[in-house]
């Protein structure tokens, strides 16, 4: 009685083989179809510049200016000037000279993955954004962070960014 199984499952799966055999394909090529899908006609930004991080800006002090190739200038500032972890966070960005359609925030840790912290601003008018933000708690008493401005012209980007310090437990 167990041959006769044998004999009907060996059949089965025979059957099954030329399945398999048009399956397996159909599938490497629908899965490589999609990457290619993804990554061509998603609507991605392309990074058309960015500027280096400027090491005088304090924006604990108050905001800090960028001036872009084209001599136009960006500005960014954090409120309340503490920077405290956990506590909403006043963004602004002034732009002068360069059209944009619109302005995000990164805020990312250096040294440590603190995960994706993206804020997209309002436009107030006139080249002024304004959102609010947060930060995420941190181990170490003192982090260092970076706030990458993204300056966005229709499918082009530009990338502004602004290094400061938290201070855990400490406000001044």
Known sequence: MSTMILRKLSKIAESQIPLLRLLVPVILVLLLLGFILEHEFVDQPRVISTLSVDPD???????????????????????????????????????????????????????????????????????????????????????????????YQKEDVTVVPYRFITVKGQEY
């Open 57 to 151: 800006c304090d924006l604990r002090a108050g905001a800090c200016v960028s001036r872009l190739a084209d001599n136009s200038e960006v500005s960014f500032a954090i409120e309340p000037r503490t920077i405290p972890l956990l506590q909403d966070l006043q963004l602004a960005v002034t732009v002068n000279g360069y059209p944009v359609d619109k302005v995000e925030v990164d805020l990312n840790g250096l040294g440590m993955n603190m995960g994706f912290n993206r804020v997209k601003l309002d436009s107030m008018g006139d080249g002024y954004f304004s959102g609010t933000g947060q930060l995420s708690v941190c181990t170490l008493d003192i982090m260092e962070w970076e706030a990458k401005v993204l300056l």
